[in-house]
């Protein structure tokens, strides 16, 4: 299949009446990403993957409360609604994955006793939901000018009952999975910031996704380079 | 009486912002932007059992959350007052005023009705969010599809949306909320106050009205005072707003059914604005895994032979069982107690198992009391036992050497000196 770049014409992506069968050469889907499109926020940012869509927003460094602070760093905190109904335990789960992945990247020393609160807004989910998280805090975290040491990344796989790896699963693909695997990546040596896996996999699949993650990632961060570039093409 | 004003951005005192509505791909899903004020609302449904007292009608639910992202004063808890208040209005609009047939939810009466939830999130606060979500209520509720049902006799059946087309809701008339901002006693009015101006707004008239000109809810908050004519030409400014906003909405909609129908593409991922130096796109990009396999086998082959796990659990008593061996006791000596009880019959201990253990610092739960745990001694310090009778529920232990059970016995216990397991 060609890789065709129309960035103005009506391009082929997936949309929600079904997903395409994507062949034994797994891909990602269409990516789009806007930034600072919220006013009040300091930082801001939309990713969406193929329909999966999450809102991140960033306050910080702000003030922190007195019994939140730590005397030698930031305190960073993550907080993720879902769109129907109230924030359960999955939510609360998905939080901690997501502050300790932030946790590691974001230089809080650099400025101890105060608050970074990353806000995310899951807008639609169609698959592969944790790894659009963490590239809409990322993003959004770079908006909003938070000091880090790298980027990174999520990048979901899901494994079949044949063992066949997909990587970016829609809901549907997600479901049917024996496995479901996201990865965090760093963009500096594509080293692991975290994991959180469901279901049977062996140890050499285990390695097998976290390889085509790592492969994956390349393409994010590419994409993350060319929506700063974009960006900053005009200053 | 209004003198030619001059708001902060320009606006005109009857002006609204630019509304833009946007759609999901899913069904009753939208993002609706009043200016900079954006609020996202998703419709679902579900079948649930009818209210005790009406029980031929459907529920609705409505919920209007503030995110922390909107605004960095939204704290929880710290917003409870303006999120009542805008939940109530947003309630009294929407279910009092009776657009949505309630009737026509009903499934099977009195067992099985549709309940209808409407979630609305505020995701950035530049003023006026009770406009922005009352039309992004009404207009989510005007996209949403609930799966069909049919009902033979005593049979129901509930399609898949693959099986048969999902339905839309039966919506007679749409309430749109139009807010006045009061300044000066009443002096200067100005509609769709944005945030700066509603910090300084004397108070807030929210009328809601359809476009057949009926006013569905009418609100004044904030202790102004306004006179009968002032309150009668603000509702007939919302009867021209809400004839634009309405026309609006229904251009949207329009707009999303006729993409969805020609198969076109429709979602968030096409509203965003191409030519915004801001957004980007990328599409499908194939990755190349056919290395991954060998790779993994490379990782897999370098690594090192996972660590042995031993793990042998000790049961200390139904109920009670440890695996590993815990940290060294930092705790102090415990004071030697004298006890001068009348020694029980021969106590036995028995040796449940003979492993050695160097430290441990257990507090063991006695489930029962018939069979209450030794603790063994430690080799420099002295155990004391306390009387099951007297403490049954906990005994804490100091640095064990070895275990032993004590045979079932309710009898106060002698204290040892000294005994050391045998291994």
Redesign the interface.
Known sequence: ?E??????A????????GSSPRGP?????????????????DG?A?F?QG?T?V???V?GP?EVKVSKEIFNKATLEV?L?P???LPGVAEKSRERLIRNTCEAVVLGTLHPRTSI?V?L?V??D?GSLLACCLNAACMALVDAGVPMRALFCGVTCALDSDGT?M?DPTSKQEKEARAVLTFALDSVERKLLMSSTKGLYS??????????AQ??SQ?VFR?YR??LQ??Y??S | MNLCLQRLDGRQTYDYRNIRISF???YG?C?VELG?T?V?G?V?CELVSPKLNRATEGILFFNL?L??????AFEPGRQSDLLVKLNRLLERCLRNSKCIDTESLCVVAGEKVWQI?V?L?L????GNIIDAASIAAIVALCHFRRPDVSVQGDEVTLYTPEERDPVPLSIHHMPICVSFAFFQQGTYLLVDPNEREECVMDGLLVIAMNKHREICTIQSSGGIMLLKDQVLRCSKIAGVKVAEITELILKALENDQKVRKE???????ES?A?Q??????????????????E???E??AEAEPPSEVVSTPVLWTPGTAQIGEGVENSWGDLEDSEKEDDEGGGDEAIILDSIKMDTGVEVSDIGSQDAPIILSDSEEEEMIILEPDKNPKKIRTQTTSAKQEKAPSKKPVKRRKKKRAAN
């Open positions: 299949m890789e065709e770049m129309h960035t103005d009506k391009i082929r992506a997936e949309t929600g009446t050469g797994c891909s990602l889907r269409h990516f789009a990403c806007e930034q600072n499109l919220l006013s009040r926020p801001s939309s969406l329909d869509s809102l991140a927003g306050y702000a907080i609604r769109k129907i109904g609160t806000v807004q807008v639609s169609a790896l990587l140890d050499a699949e285990l390695q097998q996704c976290l390889a085509a492969a994956a393409h994409f060319e929506s974009r960006r093409s005009k | 999901g791909t899913d899903c993002i900079k954006r996202l998703q679902s959350e995110s922390q992202m909107a605004a960095p939830r979630d999130h995701l950035n606060h530049d198969g076109g593409k429709f979602g968030f991922a965003i191409n915004r130096i801001t957004a980007f796109k990328m599409e499908k990009a194939p990755i190349d895994t056919s290395d991954v396999e790779k993994a086998e990782i897999i």
